[in-house]
Nanobody, 123 residues
């Protein structure tokens, strides 16, 4: 089992920056990748960013590429968000995968999820 706890969400203005953290505990050695997803009210959960262990390769959704950066290690993963826009408003979830893929952009690839942290960007 892997437990994930997100933190760092809040209310910010458009153009501001925010850093989310995800603290992982339990059998973290078994994880192959970590990712961030987000879900806005009335919308489906969508992929944001992922980092794959063993080389630390990353991939991003087109909507956040160039503005968000994922980093960290098997115990803590960060999502640095800059130039925030109102459309970035959502609950942000951290997820851990224990399977092996070339990229990790689908929710079905992840086995463990955190409870989420709310990010609200005002215009």
């Amino acid at each position: 089992q892997v437990q994930l706890v997100e933190s760092g969400g809040g209310l910010v203005q458009a153009g501001d920056s925010l850093r989310l953290s995800c603290a992982a505990s339990g059998r973290t050695f078994s994880t192959s990748a970590m990712g961030w997803f987000r879900q806005a009210p009335g919308k489906e959960r969508e992929f944001v960013a992922a980092i794959r262990w063993g080389g630390d390769s990353t991939n991003y959704a087109d909507s956040v590429k160039g503005r968000f950066t994922i980093s960290g290690d098997k115990s803590t993963v960060y999502l640095q968000m800059t130039s925030l826009k109102p459309e970035d408003t959502a609950a942000y979830y951290c997820a851990a995968s224990i399977s092996y893929y070339r990229t990790y952009s689908h929710a079905s690839q992840y086995s463990y999820w955190g409870q989420g942290t709310q990010v609200t960007v005002s215009s």
